[in-house]
């Protein structure tokens, strides 16, 4: 069996691209009900800023950073994820050359666009959320607070690295 | 004729015969009584808590926005206990011997001993309620000795004892709020005392947001409303804190005592300028490590660190070498004053001395390099970590002045000088704290009766407590037990249309004077006549004239004080215009009373009475007595005397050398 | 210390009552001393407004000694102004430089409404309180203060919550107008006490509960509070509400 039939006919990849989907799709939802809600509740906004005095940008920015990404997202999914679904149901589980597809696409300089500034939002958006993710949960503790943010940055860097690596390879031809 | 009904029976045996025999309520008339509680510090919420606890009806009101910012809060120090924890020797009687010496033989010696007994009863109720006290690294309690004592009675949380305190006896006020016992009434200030038939049965209020006066009935009413130290205008009070709800019971009624007794605190940071609008209190607990001094060269001009060990004079420990830098408050203020006075002081103004932490500094590094077993420690090394071990023990008080003066008080010597602190007078109480009107009580610092002529640290917060938390819950039931019959007080009474209509004709006539100056003018003013004539040294001559210039501030204040902005809105001038108009009264009777008290004690030191080592005479044979006034209307007083007698202590001249 | 003379502009918000829109009024204020507090420079323009017949600026303050909590001012987009760990009662003009204008605004937030001027209404603070900031024992029911060892540790951290003075200052410095870090350092505070075990779980439930209803944000983990709370309040503290939140709410 070749990969790519694995890949889209497996039954754990199936459930965990549901699971992604409806994470994600709750994630966005209750993201932006919570950034409305915040916003309500300071109907005259103060007149002078603290600026980046007291908090990080990234941190109060998550909303706008979040909205980046799924733009990215909403052009990644329509390029890609679509175009198998379509090859996988549509067209009777045709013959479909993502690497092609890829190869193309990417000679696009706007695409890559698209792709970096999707993924340096996302890097913004992890470095925040990763180490905020363990604070929600009731995790900080002068032990640990280093290691939960070195192992946040690590993370992020490598997951930003990982998903650059594809748009930059075929922009740059480093693969043939 | 004054009667204290202080029960008869050995001392030690009062209060506990008091507890078994007084008069009790029965639970299902407590919720039809109603108690009215004015101030929300130490005494007034401890007090709210506890009788809303015991199932009576009880409002509260303060004029912070809060219950919670009442200034108990910024008391530093601690709070005394007789709980022996260290195994020192001491004991309630030694507490109770001396606090009653501490205030110079002027304090019922049953009150205080009744203080000292419920003392430990406190820490144990704060420690329930989930005040963080300072502990050792066995899991109990730290204790501290405090100025002027010579065991380690002084329980504390860090340089914030008040803070911590206060938010436990507002967490319990709280709690009864929402069980709906008490009812909050913030941002409000009483302008008027009504009394019906002899009675105290509610007060007039101010709205102070709306501006809106209110009628509030009830079948007692307890003033916790704190002292009076801002007749000065300059103190270590907090900027509200005021005698209007005092001197309107006074002016009910009420017996003023001892107004002349105020405390000036030893250790506040000097004034800087005419802006100056408060004085910060330096906690006492600095004097434990640190060393007063001024130059022995008068108007010495070089920097405190140029100046040689030889040629600096460290007052205190030359004048009272037992207890050197850590004799009582009075004491330690006057030596200052002193020693400015004669023109050793120090700073741009001359009316300061030195705090001088270096030779603490010094001694800790030394412990410390011990520790560590650092045997060649370098100068610097020692000098680090003396400073590290001082800014454990004292850093926020460091960091607090720095912020103020702008200076290192690491590197250079604080400046310090005496500021009023504490007023020991208040309205006169029973041994029931009930003052001469029946159903009015006087709680706390707004009452005279635990410290005498002066009081030692860490003992207003231990009264505040005892009265509030142990004392009114028993002696309010032997009145009220009198009073279950009494139905809701009418508010339609006529006493309260009479009350209202005087304040709000008081209030429309402030607005109406449109005159010239601000009420700060005139705060400023009376602060100046208190401060020079009326403060840590008294004599007869300057105490007359402050008499007849206050007289005639207060006329001009009625003349032409400008009041801005409208009567039925958020105003604070309005607020002050009230408070500073009973000040200007109230600075008279304090004048008064200081003249007529012609001996030295405690915090009261008349210049014309002092030892040939100029220390304070006492006149026991003459004054032996409270000074109890009643107002005759019209600026008129006459005095009335509770005579003291001492049953058990002896008194004796103090003696701190 | 050297000290020196200030001309300064002052931009500040006046609003005659919460019904009624309000907006900036510039002053000048000038000979103002470095070694005056921000407030006594408050004192000398209210001063010079008074004697021009004009309505002095309402503000709220008290004990002038950066405890009671009672001041609030928002001065130059920073809550209790430019100092670290300071009340705004605690600033010194030393703080600014000659020719300055400083903007001075009251906190804002839905929770916190304008009474007057820089003046608010905090009691939403008082009510969170109430709804469980406190441990359930009447007066007379302790046992000895003694028989309840504590861990010096627990006790030192518990100290450190307890230090917040209730300003609301993390309310104004946060972008959602939360009041997480206040909340978060009364249930700490109990929370590390064993006198607070028993009522541990309602307490969060309802202390949390009571805050939303005030109309308070939710918590994004800025840290904005902790870096202008001027006791110094950490967001552990934040954590830890959250820790005891989750162990009320899934716990059987």
Redesign the interface.
């Known amino acids: 069996m070749q990969l790519h039939i694995f890949l889209s006919h497996n039954w754990i990849i199936r459930f965990l691209e549901i699971g992604l989907f409806a994470g994600i799709i709750a994630h966005v939802i209750q993201g932006i009900m919570l950034e409305r809600s915040n916003r309500s509740k300071r109907k005259i906004a103060f007149d002078v800023k603290p600026g980046n005095a007291t908090s990080k940008w990234y941190s109060r920015s998550m909303g706008l950073l979040g909205v980046l990404i799924l733009l990215f997202l909403i052009v990644h999914l329509s390029q890609f994820w679509y175009s198998t679904k379509v090859a996988l149901y549509a067209e009777g589980d045709a013959e479909h050359n993502m690497y092609q597809q890829m190869k193309e696409v990417f000679q696009h300089e706007w695409v890559l666009l698209v792709y970096l500034i999707g993924v340096v939002a996302l890097g913004w958006h992890l470095k925040h959320g990763f180490w905020s993710a363990f604070q929600t949960f009731g995790i900080n503790s002068p032990k640990y607070n280093s290691l939960i943010k070195s192992v946040g940055m690590v993370y992020t860097i490598i997951i930003c690295l990982a998903f650059i690596s594809m748009p930059l390879a075929f922009y740059f031809k480093w693969l043939n | 004729m004054i009667n204290s009904k202080i029960p008869s029976g050995e001392l030690s045996q009062k209060w506990s015969t008091y507890k078994s025999t007084c008069k009790l309520v029965n639970p299902a008339n407590k919720r039809h009584i109603e108690i009215i509680v004015v101030g929300t510090g130490l005494a007034g919420a401890s007090a709210a808590a506890t009788l809303a606890e015991l199932g009576y009806s009880v409002k509260t009101f303060c004029f912070q926005d809060s219950g919670r910012r009442a200034h108990s809060i910024a008391a530093q120090g601690g709070i005394n206990a007789a709980k022996n924890y260290q195994n020192d020797g001491d004991s309630v009687y030694r507490l109770f011997y001396d606090t009653v010496k501490g205030g110079d033989y002027r304090a019922r010696e049953a009150n205080v001993h009744r203080l000292a007994e419920v003392s430990g009863n406190i820490i144990d109720q704060c420690v329930a309620q989930g005040v963080p006290f300072a502990r050792e690294y066995g899991g109990l309690l730290s204790n501290r000795s405090f100025g002027g004592t010579q065991v380690q009675r002084t329980f504390y949380a860090a340089g914030q004892t008040g803070q911590q305190l206060l938010l436990g006896a507002y967490s319990a006020q709280m709690r009864q709020v929402s069980l709906g016992k008490i009812k909050e009434y913030n941002r409000h200030e009483m302008l008027d005392l009504v009394v019906i038939d002899g009675k105290a049965r509610g007060i007039i209020a101010r709205n102070l947001v709306t501006g809106e006066i209110e009628r509030h009935g009830a079948h007692a009413v307890l003033l916790c409303s704190g002292g009076y130290g801002n007749v000065f205008f300059l103190s270590t009070n907090a900027m509200g804190s005021n005698a209007t709800a005092a001197w309107k019971a006074h002016k009910k009624g009420a017996y003023f005592a001892n107004p002349c007794f105020t405390q000036i605190h030893p250790t506040c940071i000097p004034v800087s300028g005419d802006h100056q609008s408060k004085l910060t209190l330096m906690s006492e607990s600095l004097r434990n490590d640190g060393r007063i001094w001024v130059p022995k060269n008068q108007n010495e001009t070089r920097n405190p660190k140029d100046i040689p060990e030889n040629e600096r004079d460290y007052y205190l420990e030359r004048r009272y070498p037992a207890f050197g830098n850590l004799v009582p408050r009075d004491v330690a203020s006057r030596a200052a004053k002193e020693r400015c006075d004669a023109g050793y002081g120090v700073g741009a103004s001359k009316m300061a001395v030195y705090l001088d932490y270096a030779s603490a500094i010094e001694r800790y590094g030394k412990t410390e390099a011990n520790k560590q077993g650092l045997s060649n420690a370098t100068k610097e090394e020692i000098t680090k970590l003396g400073k590290q071990v001082v800014k454990e023990k004292y850093g926020n008080l460091f960091d607090m002045y720095e912020k103020i003066t702008g200076e290192n008080p690491y590197e250079v010597p604080m400046r310090i000088y005496p500021a009023v602190h504490y007023t020991m007078g208040g309205l006169w109480v029973d041994y029931e704290l009930m003052t001469s009107i029946p159903g009015l009580y006087a709680l706390g610092e707004a009452n005279f009766s635990d410290h005498g002529a002066n009081r030692l640290g860490a003992s207003a917060l231990m009264q505040g407590l005892a009265d509030g938390y142990f004392v009114i819950p028993y002696t309010i039931g032997n009145y009220l037990a009198g009073e279950i019959s009494t139905p809701k007080i009418d508010t339609n009474h006529p006493a309260f249309d009479q009350a209202e209509k005087q304040v709000k004709d008081t209030i429309h006539h402030f607005i109406n004077i449109k005159g010239t100056k601000s009420v700060d003018h005139f705060h400023k003013q009376l602060g100046k006549i208190m401060w020079n004539k009326c403060g840590m040294a008294r004599n007869e001559k300057g105490l007359k004239e402050a008499i007849q210039e206050i007289r005639e501030l207060r006329e001009e204040f009625w003349k032409d004080v400008r009041v801005l902005g409208n009567e039925n809105s958020f105003n604070p001038e309005l607020e002050k215009a009230g408070r500073v108009a009973d000040f200007l009264e109230l600075g008279e009777l304090m004048c008064m009373d200081a003249l007529e008290r012609a001996e030295s004690c405690g915090g009261h030191f008349r210049e014309e009475h002092q030892t040939e080592e100029g220390e304070a005479l006492r006149h026991d044979d003459q004054f032996m007595h409270v000074s109890c006034w009643e107002n005759t209307g019209n600026h008129t007083w006459t005095l009335q005397k509770e005579e003291l007698v001492y049953e058990v202590i002896h008194p004796t001249q103090r003696n701190y050398k | 210390?050297e000290?020196k003379t200030l001309n300064l502009k002052l931009r500040v918000?006046r609003q005659?009552?919460s019904n009624t829109q309000g907006g900036?009024v510039t002053y000048d204020a000038n000979n103002i001393?470095?070694?005056?507090?921000f407030?006594?420079?408050f004192?000398?323009l209210n001063?010079k407004l008074?004697?021009e017949?004009?309505?002095?600026i309402?503000f709220?303050?008290?004990?002038?000694?950066?405890?009671?909590?009672?001041c609030s001012m928002?001065i130059?987009?920073?809550a209790h102004g430019p100092?670290a760990?300071?009340t705004t009662c605690?600033?010194?003009m030393?703080a600014f430089n000659d020719g300055e204008t400083i903007?001075v605004?009251p906190w804002?937030?839905?929770?916190f409404p304008v009474?007057?001027d820089l003046?608010v209404?905090?009691?939403a603070?008082?009510r969170i309180?109430?709804?469980g900031?406190?441990?359930?024992?009447?007066?007379?029911?302790?046992?000895?203060?003694?028989s309840?060892?504590?861990?010096?540790h627990d006790?030192?951290l518990?100290?450190a919550a307890?230090?917040c003075?209730?300003c609301g200052a993390c309310v104004?410095?946060c972008?959602?107008?939360?009041a997480m870090l206040f909340t978060s350092a009364k249930v700490s505070?109990?929370a590390l006490?064993p006198?607070?075990g028993p009522e541990r779980k309602t307490r969060v439930l309802n202390m949390l509960n009571q805050m939303d209803k005030e109309?308070?944000?939710?918590?994004?983990?800025?840290?904005?509070c902790e870096?202008?709370c001027p006791k110094e309040i950490s967001?552990?503290n934040?954590?830890?509400?959250?820790?005891?939140?989750?162990n009320a709410q899934f716990s059987l």
Request: net charge negative.
């Open positions: 210390m000290h918000w005659s009552d900036f001393s470095t070694e005056m507090s407030l006594e420079m004192d000398v001063e008074i004697n017949g004009n309505d002095p309402a709220d303050h008290d004990c002038r000694e950066g405890i009671c909590g009672m928002y130059n987009g920073r100092w760990g300071t605690q600033l010194h030393r903007t605004e804002r937030a839905q929770a009474i007057k003046v209404d905090r009691s603070f008082d309180q109430q709804a900031g406190y441990i359930s024992v009447n007066t007379g029911n302790a046992q000895d203060g003694n309840i060892p504590i861990n010096k006790a030192d518990s100290f307890a230090a003075i209730g104004a410095a972008k959602n107008s939360s505070q109990y006490l006198q607070g109309g308070f944000g939710s918590c994004t983990n800025t840290g904005a870096a202008e967001i552990s934040i954590a830890r509400l959250n820790r005891e939140f989750l």
